[in-house]
C-alpha cells in the first residue's frame, strides 16, 4: 500500500513510517510531497489504493491533543501497551503539551538533528528507525512490569 505525507519528516512523520512498517503493514511503499499539495484531491485520487498521513483535515493526522501516531494506533485498533506509552512520548515531542512524557524533550531534539544530517526523507527514516526500535523495546519494558 502507498503512504503518503509531507515531506521535511521530523517525528510523526518519522514515528508513523515505524509503526506501519512494523505493526500495519510490511510492504508499505511510503511518499513524501510538498507541503502545498492539495491534499483532499489527492486523499479522494487515491482511493482504497494508499493513505495519506500527518496532513492537514486528514482521518490518521492530528486530532485534539492527538497526533497521528495515535490516530494510526486507534484506526487500526492495535492495543499493545508498549505503543499505548510509545504513543505518549511521540505526542510529547511532535505537539506542544509536553507534559505527556518527559521522553519527549530528548525525542524531539534527536528527531531535529537526524533531520538536519540526514540526506532526505528516506535517509531521515531509514536512519531513526532504530531510535523507535529502542524506545518501543523501552516501552515494552515499562509495559511488563
Avoid at 540526514?118 to 515499562?142: E, G, M, R, W
Amino acid at each position: 500500500m502507498k503512504w503518503i505525507t509531507r515531506e521535511n519528516a521530523k517525528v510523526d512523520r518519522i514515528a508513523c513510517p515505524w509503526l506501519i512498517k512494523k505493526f500495519i503493514d510490511d510492504k508499505a511503499v511510503f511518499e513524501y510531497w510538498p507541503a502545498d499539495t492539495d491534499w483532499s484531491a489527492l486523499t479522494l485520487a487515491l482511493g482504497k489504493n494508499g493513505y495519506v498521513y500527518d496532513v492537514p483535515k486528514c482521518v490518521m493526522g492530528h486530532h485534539g491533543d492527538e497526533c497521528s501516531f495515535d490516530a494510526l494506533i486507534k484506526n487500526f485498533k492495535l492495543t499493545d501497551p508498549a505503543l499505548a506509552h510509545l504513543a505518549k512520548i511521540v505526542r510529547s515531542a511532535d505537539t506542544g503539551n509536553k507534559d505527556w512524557a518527559a521522553e519527549g524533550y530528548g525525542l524531539e531534539a534527536i528527531a531535529d538533528g537526524f533531520r538536519r544530517i540526514s540526506t532526505d526523507d528516506f535517509h531521515n527514516q531509514a536512519i531513526q528507525f532504530p531510535v523507535y526500535d529502542a524506545l518501543y523495546a523501552h516501552c515494552k519494558f515499562l509495559s511488563e512490569k
